[in-house]
T-cell receptor
Framework: AQTVTQSQPEMSVQEAETVTLSCTYDTSESDYYLFWYKQPPSRQMILVIRQEAYKQQNATENRFSVNFQKAAKSFSLKISDSQLGDAAMYFCAYSLIQGAQKLVFGQGTRLTINP | DGGITQSPKYLFRKEGQNVTLSCEQNLNHDAMYWYRQDPGQGLRLIYYSQIVNDFQKGDIAEGYSVSREKKESFPLTVTSAQKNPTAFYLC???????????FGQGTRLTVV
């Protein structure tokens, strides 16, 4: 079975600084997706960024980028120029490419932004 | 606007009662999912459906039931057999094979 592990229950960063959230996963599959979701206090799950495992290039979305290390099964999220609105729970998630998009989530990292 | 609507936002249930959570989507997505979220844990899959009149158990289906009579609707019933139903429940939908799942705003269920 696939598993996703986030080893940092909480992280904090000063506004405008850079922070990196860690995620590792375990799978025997070769084709899959990896995601970072943000859950603000409203509890709405918002997709931040996604990575296709077959792509070597790391995904970027504005201030958000990932470091995808397929051999190490590592998928970290870097947030640059942190803003107060980035404060939220962040979840790393995995799904297979084929079939239903059943997401396997990590335990989450609570990110606090200090003004 | 297209999206997923979950209702109610807050729900209280007495022990021994069944309760049904509503999930409706107008995104024309074939696949729908129910997840449960507990404090300190990530989301866990309860049930999912890839097509009308068909659904499969997820990782924690015991004590729950679903139906998929219409493409737009995927209600979740929390039965009295669910030993610890107090949690936050999220519904999602997607196009099979597409990368992104869209989530509703969730229902907070509390057993009183």
């Amino acid at each position: 079975a696939q598993t996703v592990t986030q080893s940092q229950p909480e992280m904090s960063v000063q506004e405008a600084e850079t922070v990196t959230l860690s995620c590792t996963y375990d799978t025997s599959e070769s084709d899959y997706y990896l995601f970072w979701y943000k859950q603000p206090p409203s509890r709405q799950m918002i997709l931040v960024i996604r990575q296709e495992a077959y792509k070597q290039q790391n995904a970027t979305e504005n201030r958000f980028s990932v470091n995808f290390q397929k051999a190490a099964k590592s998928f970290s999220l870097k947030i640059s120029d942190s803003q107060l609105g980035d404060a939220a729970m962040y979840f790393c998630a995995y799904s297979l490419i084929q079939g239903a998009q059943k997401l396997v989530f990590g335990q989450g990292t609570r990110l606090t932004i200090n003004p | 606007d297209g999206g997923i609507t979950q209702s109610p936002k807050y729900l209280f249930r007495k022990e021994g009662q069944n309760v049904t959570l509503s999930c409706e989507q107008n995104l024309n997505h074939d696949a729908m999912y129910w997840y449960r979220q507990d404090p300190g844990q990530g989301l866990r899959l309860i049930y999912y459906s890839q097509i009308v009149n068909d659904f499969q158990k997820g990782d924690i289906a015991e004590g729950y039931s679903v139906s998929r009579e219409k493409k737009e609707s995927f209600p979740l019933t929390v039965t009295s057999a669910q030993k610890n139903p107090t949690a936050f429940y999220l519904c999602a939908s997607s196009i099979p094979g597409y990368t992104e799942a869209f989530f509703g705003q969730g229902t907070r269920l509390t057993v009183v």
